[in-house]
């Protein structure tokens, strides 16, 4: 069965800080990683994803992602964030087939102006 | 851009009411799903489906039912709430496996 741990449940940074947060899974076979984001009060979006190729994946409002093989891991950065970035960020993994998404808890990310 | 639509955003019930929760997409997906959200656990499957007429269950089905007469809609109904469904209720769909899923407002459920 395949898992998805995220490192850092509640991370607080001030503005222009840079942010790093873990994502790691376990599966055995090929597997399509995403990063969502959930602004308070809205639904989930989709941020970033990586399928195949370019292990280094970038995405909208500056994030980027990198897939490590080796390391079974997938974490989310961003150089410099910004007070709209607070919300709650998901790591998910789909290890073939629809029906196996699985999400990791969330870390909720606090920028402080 | 509707995108996928979820009715209503908020709903109080009493133990052992029932009630359905819709939801519809308008962009033609194959494949639908619903997640509850709860805190420190993250979005759990609870039933999903990959064409009209066919569904299965997920991580935490029990408790729900859902049917997929039609490739737009794909409505979640609570047979008897209980306050252990208290949680926030998201439909997502997407065009094929493993591919992005776009997501509802969510329905914020509380049974009392």
């Known amino acids: 069965a395949q898992s998805v741990s995220q490192h850092n449940h509640h991370v607080i940074l001030s503005e222009a800080a840079s942010l790093e947060l873990g994502c790691n899974y376990s599966y055995g076979g090929t597997v399509n990683l995403f990063w969502y984001v959930q602004y308070p009060g809205q639904h989930l979006q989709l941020l970033l994803k990586y399928f195949s190729g370019d292990p280094l994946v970038k995405g909208i409002k500056g994030f980027e992602a990198e897939f490590i093989k080796s390391k079974f891991s997938f974490n989310l950065r961003k150089p410099s964030v910004q007070w709209s970035d607070t919300a709650e960020y998901f790591c998910?993994?789909?290890?073939?087939?629809?029906?196996?998404?699985?999400f990791g808890i969330g870390t909720k990310l606090q920028v402080i102006p | 851009n509707a995108g996928v639509t979820q009715t209503p955003k908020f709903q109080v019930l009493k133990t052992g009411q029932s009630m359905t929760l819709q939801c519809a997409q308008d962009m033609n997906h194959e494949y639908m799903s619903w997640y509850r959200q709860d805190p420190g656990m993250g979005l759990r499957l609870i039933h999903y489906s990959v064409g009209a007429g066919i569904t299965d269950q997920g991580e935490v089905p029990n408790g729900y039912n859902v049917s997929r007469s039609t490739t737009e809609d794909f409505p979640l109904r609570l047979l008897s709430a209980a306050p252990s469904q208290t949680s926030v209720y998201f439909c997502?769909?997407?065009?094929?496996?493993?591919?992005?899923?776009?997501f509802g407002q969510g329905t914020r459920l509380t049974v009392v």
């Open positions: 997502a769909s997407s065009y094929g496996q493993g591919a992005e899923a776009f």
């Open positions: 998910a993994v789909n290890g073939g087939g629809y029906q196996k998404v699985t």
